[in-house]
Antibody, heavy 121, light 107 residues
């Protein structure tokens, strides 16, 4: 059974950094597009970043471009999101999600349970 | 960035009713429109992609239609577990934007 398990969330001060991890099981994540989608408390969904499974290209929402970095470690079947220069508006549950295919804009068919990131002093 | 508008914001229905949810895009997204269901405290679940293709394991009571800028999600007969928030999402252009959601609650 496909599973995605996020970790690394927590409380961080404005301007601080945090790295989220997403451990995949029952499939080889490098062969699929892998994404991070966030949801601020009581709000809707925002597709933050994706790494293509075909060419490794990465894409970011304008709201995080230059501050967040998505990457993958094939040997560990794990996806990461390095978040720097965090702001209060980055407070959200961050979901890791698997694309149906390797294309970066593929629909997201499996999701993790989410990791809460709170940016506050 | 493509803006998606969903209507209505809230739909109050009873089990067994038919639910019709709408999603409109600010410009054409071809057929690259999907629907996700989210229940409180849970991650979203993919229901429909490419406007009308049901994802794996999704019951036949869920159906999608539309192309271009206007799309519809129909639940033919609401089951108790269908009361949730439904988001549409376009993936024709990056970033793949989501709509604000339609909450289907019990009348």
């Amino acid at each position: 059974e496909v599973q995605l398990l996020e970790s690394g969330g927590g409380l961080v001060q404005p301007g601080g950094s945090l790295r989220l991890s997403c451990a995949a099981s029952a499939f080889t994540s490098s062969g699929y597009a892998m994404s991070w989608v966030r949801q601020a408390p009581g709000k809707g969904l925002e597709w933050v970043s994706v790494i293509s499974g075909s060419d490794g290209n990465t894409y970011y929402a304008d709201s995080v471009k230059g501050r967040f970095t998505i990457s993958r470690e094939t040997s560990k079947n794990t996806l990461y999101l390095q978040m720097n220069s965090l702001r209060a508006e980055d407070t959200a549950v961050y979901y890791c999600a698997k694309g149906v295919t390797s294309w970066y804009l593929a629909p997201l068919d499996y999701w993790g349970q989410g990791a809460l990131v709170t940016v506050s002093s | 960035e493509i803006v998606l508008t969903q209507s209505p914001a809230t739909l109050s229905l009873s089990p067994g009713d038919r639910a019709t949810l709408s999603c409109r895009a600010s410009q054409s997204v071809s057929s690259y429109l999907g629907w996700y269901q989210q229940k409180p405290g849970q991650a979203p679940r993919l229901l429909i992609y490419d406007a009308s293709i049901r994802a794996t394991g999704i019951p036949a009571r869920f159906s999608g239609s539309g192309s271009g800028t206007d799309f519809t999600l129909t639940i033919s007969s609401l089951e108790p577990e269908d009361f949730a928030v439904y988001y549409c999402q376009q993936r024709n252009y990056w970033p793949g934007t989501f709509g604000p959601g339609t909450k289907v609650d019990v009348k």
